[in-house]
């Protein structure tokens, strides 16, 4: 069983940054296939994908919405998968999830990762 655990959320102006982590245990990043996502969920709208990343790191996808602006990177060392999130609009407020599946690569489908977080509350202020 691995549990994630999501922190780094807040409250920050339009254009402004956050960087959010997720913790993992129950599982070793490092010599175990473990892909990971950032899925986000507004209020009264569906979950929808936000990024994915490779077991070793090594691909990334991200939605149209968030290119250019959002970056995934994963210290396997650690245990841990980042969403650093740049020029953040209040259209990005949301909870964060992130998500694990034991493969190397799950890509954008919800249906498609195993493990889930409890989720982390981002809200932009315009």
């Known amino acids: 069983q691995v549990q994630l655990v999501e922190s780094g959320g807040g409250l920050v102006q339009a254009g402004g940054s956050l960087r959010l982590s997720c913790a993992a245990s129950?599982?070793?990043?490092?010599?175990?296939?473990?892909?990971m996502g950032w899925f986000r969920q507004a209020p009264g709208k569906e979950r929808e994908f936000v990024g994915a990343?490779?077991?070793?790191?090594?691909?990334?996808l991200y939605a149209d919405s968030v290119k250019g602006r959002f970056t995934i990177s994963r210290d396997n060392a650690k245990n841990t998968v980042y969403l650093q999130m740049n020029n953040l609009k209040p259209e990005d407020t949301a909870v964060y999830y992130c998500?694990?599946?034991?493969?190397?690569?799950?890509?954008?489908?919800?249906?498609?990762?195993?493990?889930w977080g409890q989720g982390t509350q981002v809200t932009v202020s315009s």
């Open positions: 998500a694990a599946a034991q493969k190397s690569f799950s890509g954008s489908s919800p249906e498609s990762y195993d493990y």
């Open positions: 129950g599982r070793t990043f490092s010599t175990s296939p473990m892909a």
């Open positions: 990343i490779s077991w070793r790191g090594g691909t990334t």
